[in-house]
């Protein structure tokens, strides 16, 4: 590798580059336009689109595509060549303003929740100039938001982007009204650290379980787990550290500022974090990410799962988005100070935060919602999945101290002890940290922690941001219209804290005892995705996200729609999958083991000694009557299936079904497999074993 300077955003079409390679005017125009999201003009974008072009072409790009995010949760790329003939039969390479500007892919085969017939197959791809162009894979990527014939967003990025622009005008709004005059623009900030596991290219091939669904549907515990916990940041293998290498390098390339990398809780377990970004592009980047992440282990012969819980029994993978409001002058609207108990701007956006999180619970918990989440949350490996806020020791005393009357002094850390003479005497956080909660504040940002490790980021953040600007708004409103806006703010501050105080939970989220208390608190247990999933259609959560233009109603009723329809298609994948793989590779298998039992107990009799078959015989009986509970549950999941499968109508019923008919027959046939499997002779079991899936890189 060359020096990183010179890799880092080698292949981004970046402020640098544009300032190289364009016109000054053209270079200043443009600039407006990202800065102040500004239309952008077509003779701008001509000689824009040109440069691009030439630029990618020196990149050895033969392709430019319009790279955007459908609600399939990946990305989506058409690849067109530059190519255009020219009349004496050679070609030169052709990018056009309108090319960049504007595309047209055919949107039918992407899902809309209704919103579009697939005869309607009109969609757009818009150029979001606020998200750098790059090449990837010999393609000028082009970041674009997409949307149908009629303006209905069909994606993840356009609700995001309305999102930041609602909680930048909120935020602004409350700046000025306390005396903030410097700020010109409030954007958000997010980080998001991705868990991922490494295995074995070749294991993975005989796993069709883990081909078809990115999960183990069967395995029993190998008889070493996590319980040693000698993997978590442990010193990392060559061959993943190789990787690690390759994946970093590939990621800088891209202008993706990869920072710190380790391994995880779970053997083959490990974790990437960036460094924080601007929240649009940050979610860019971390579909980036999990997509390098793939094609990057295939050419070390391993083979990245990004899934939530690819190995039942230990931990599985999540995402923590780390996110903040920072603005245009370098503030980060939740950097407490010093002594944030007279930080009244820090308190108001920190109260905020706290009562859009109660109020809009349920919405930020269906954000983070998919079918692999659910074997997470509540699962004492990860957050629960009641949403509550940690807040810190010295935060918890100020809220105490203003709910009492006033805030007058802030608790420090001071220094700690180590007790070694020859160690510098090392100053304490004000706050220890919580690994249970799942919405944590940690030091300057909150961290989301119970993010899908396989999904976008954006839902998390359209929520948040959206949730956040609607209290900002009311607060903004309340503080414009105050005859004495100080004592507004405190006045607010106060009942902030008081009515919404019950989402804060320093404790154990882990413990059955947050439970029960937080059911005490009216705090919603939403545990599973089809549980959760109502708060995207409820009439609270719809007002919330029309009244700032994030998503309408029908767009909403649409994810709603999306969601459950993916939820259905994921669990009959992994049904399916679960029935073929017991019938046509387990059933064969512990029947040719039985046999042999057999064979083995008639030879030892055949001869005539007298030996003890008590062995044998018990082994054959117990796996001969497993087998008959395997084939009988076999049985009962397919029929499960096909009449989940048939209750066509009512899409939130169906999904109930696969969720607490299928999937609930799903595990009574996996605990049959699983016992066979510690029964059954290794040469004879038709997969590798967790053993092998875990221990072999
Ligand atoms: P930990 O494992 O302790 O949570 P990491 O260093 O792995 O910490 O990750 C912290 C993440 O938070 C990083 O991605 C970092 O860039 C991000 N972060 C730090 N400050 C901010 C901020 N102001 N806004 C958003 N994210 C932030
Ligand atoms: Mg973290």
Redesign the pocket.
Known sequence: MSNLSQIFGSNVFNDAVMKECLPKATYKALKKTIQEGLPLDPVVADVVANAMKDWALEKGATHFTHWFQPMTGITAEKHDAFISPTSDGKAIMEFSGKELIKGEPDASSFPSGGLRATFEARGYTAWDCTSPAFVKDDSLCIPTAFCSYTGEALDKKTPLLRSMEALGKQALRVLRVLGNTTTNRVIT?????QEYFIVDKKTYEQRKDLIFTGRTLFGAKPPKGQELEDHYFGSIKERISAYMKELDEELWKLGIAAK?KHNEVAPAQHEL????TTTNIATDHNQLTMDVMKKVALRHDLVCLLHEKPFAGINGSGK?N???M?TDDGM?LLEPGRTPHDNQQFLVFLCSVIKAVDVYADLLRVSAANPGNDHRLGANEAPPAIISIFLGEQLQDILEQIENGGATSSKNGGNMEIGVTTLPPLPKDATDRNRTSPFAF?G??F?FRMCPSSASIAEPNITLNTIVAEILNEVADRLENAADANAEVKALITEYVTNHKRVVFNGNGYSDEWVVEAEKRGLLNLRTTVESIKALISEKNIAVMEKHAVLSKVEMESRYEIALENYIKTINVEALTMIEMAKRQILPSVIKFATNLAVSINTIKATGVAADLTAQTELLTEVSSLTASLKKNIAVLEETVEKASNAHGDTYKQASLFRFDVFEKMIVLREVVDTLETLVDKDVWPMPTYGDLLFNV
């Open positions: 900030t997010v980080g998001p650290e710190s974090a960036p460094i924080f923590h780390n996110w903040s920072g980060n940690t300057n940002k961290e």
